[in-house]
Nanobody, 124 residues
Framework: QVQLLESGGGLVQAGASLRLSCAAS????????IGWFRRAPGKEREFVTS????????YYADSVKGRFTISRDNANNTVYLQLNSLKPEDTAVYYC?????????????????WGQGTQVTVSS
């Protein structure tokens, strides 16, 4: 069982930056692809970005491409999400998730383990 814990969320103004962390306990993250998803108020949970187990491949939703960057530090069992140039429409609860056997890397159903989420609020 992989236990994931997100941190780093907060309330910022438009244009600001945040760095989210996804720390794992119970098992190493090394074999897992890691994804970040978000759920905005009144909307379904959506894909944001993901990274392969090796870290060599990354995937981004069009809405965040060029502004968000995912990275991983397998030695410290942590995955990061750098959020730059934040917009009010980025306001959401952000979740990290682990997938042992990713196919598309973007589908929620491929991810078996989920964190509790961290709130990001961007004011205009």
């Amino acid at each position: 069982q992989v236990q994931l814990l997100e941190s780093g969320g907060g309330l910022v103004q438009a244009g600001a930056s945040l760095r989210l962390s996804c720390a794992a306990s119970g098992r190493t993250l090394r074999p897992y692809a890691i994804g970040w998803f978000r759920r905005a108020p009144g909307k379904e949970r959506e894909f944001v970005t993901s990274i392969s187990s090796s870290g060599r491949s990354t995937y981004y939703a069009d809405s965040v491409k060029g502004r968000f960057t995912i990275s991983r530090d397998n030695a410290n069992n942590t995955v990061y999400l750098q959020l730059n140039s934040l917009k009010p429409e980025d306001t959401a609860v952000y979740y990290c998730a682990a997938s042992p056997l990713p196919v598309s890397y973007v589908q929620l159903r491929e991810y078996n383990y989920w964190g509790q989420g961290t709130q990001v609020t961007v004011s205009s």
